[in-house]
């Protein structure tokens, strides 16, 4: 029978150590913080509730870790930190006593802050189990939970608000595989989708955008964008990437007095000379170089 999902307060029955940080009494919504001192050790853990994050102090140790496959080890120690994701069992191991922090954000604080930040509901996240995590931005930000555990000053809950929610977004860009529900209200794209596949357009402008392309933006499958899709922008979706590099032509037509065609066609997106012309003709019943002569003269 398999065990149930242990909380943080349950850690130390299966790694007994000594308790040197703990936040349960600041009363944290959705994020723990626990420190510890731990002889060298050979442990397996049960499938844990949370997300945790380990930021190792003091001496360096080997440290070992594997989750049904083989054996993975790393050297760990100051600064260094170790991502592990939740719902797994794994076995642990090191041979030098170690200090640690444990930051523990539950699946709450991460669905929350996906919804009120990115406006998207997540299906699922899976954290990428990292032993060593080479990563300048979390070891300053789970050192600056200790820190405000250890003499925190006014406004401090919603420091660690702050605090919280931009580890979870670092989190969710730079270390997790996110699956999103489809959020499509009465078949429309939210603001922030809108936003997201105007700028891919722009900036991506000059490489063979697919559906697959736009529709990974916007976390959505291929056919909801496309339904989606006209009613947002009044076209479907390769006739409104068409139409950005027509604009994207005239734009360096008009202030490019001496760019050859055949580069403005290709910082278009255009296959071609001969491409850009033909669409050019067809849209504005003008040829690039008639078009050029008119806003800029001979």
């Avoid at 349950?10 to 001192?37: E, F, N, R």
């Avoid at 006593?97 to 990115?118: F, K, M, N």
């Avoid at 489809?182 to 900036?203: A, T």
């Avoid at 033909?278 to 008119?294: A, D, E, G, N």
């Amino acid at each position: 029978m398999a065990h149930e999902l242990i909380t943080p307060d349950q850690v130390p029955k299966w790694i007994p150590g000594q308790l040197t940080l703990d936040s349960a009494a600041s009363d944290w919504d959705g994020v723990a913080l626990k420190g510890y001192h731990y002889d060298s050790m050979d442990v397996a853990i049960p499938a844990m509730r949370d997300y945790m994050l380990v930021r190792y102090k003091g001496n360096s140790a080997q440290m070992s870790r594997r989750d049904g496959g083989p054996w993975r080890t790393a050297t760990v120690g100051q600064g260094v930190v170790s991502i592990l994701t939740r719902a797994e069992q794994s076995e642990w191991k090191w041979n030098q006593p170690i200090d640690v922090s444990h930051i523990y954000l539950s699946q709450d604080a991460i669905a929350r802050v996906a919804r009120e930040v990115l406006e998207r509901d997540i299906e699922d996240v899976e954290m990428e189990d990292r032993l060593r995590v080479d990563d300048a931005i979390l070891p300053g930000l789970l050192t600056a939970f200790e820190r405000e555990l250890n003499g925190g000053c006014l406004g401090g809950r919603l420091y660690v608000g702050a605090l919280k929610t931009q580890l979870c977004i670092h989190l969710l860009r730079c270390h997790a595989n996110v699956v999103f529900r489809e959020n499509l209200c009465g078949g429309r794209l939210s603001l922030v989708q809108r936003r997201l596949l105007k700028e891919y357009v722009e900036d991506s402008i000059e490489t063979n955008i697919s559906l697959e392309d736009l529709a990974s933006v916007a976390h959505i499958s291929t056919s909801s964008l496309i339904r989606a899709f006209h009613s947002e922008f009044g076209c479907p979706p390769h006739a409104y990437v068409l139409r950005q590099r027509l604009e994207r032509a005239k734009r360096l037509l008009a202030t490019s007095r001496d760019m050859p065609l055949k580069v403005v066609a290709a910082s278009s997106g255009f296959s071609d000379q001969s491409h850009m012309t033909r669409w050019f003709k067809r849209i504005f019943h003008l040829t690039p170089v008639q078009y050029r002569r008119s806003v800029i003269g001979h």
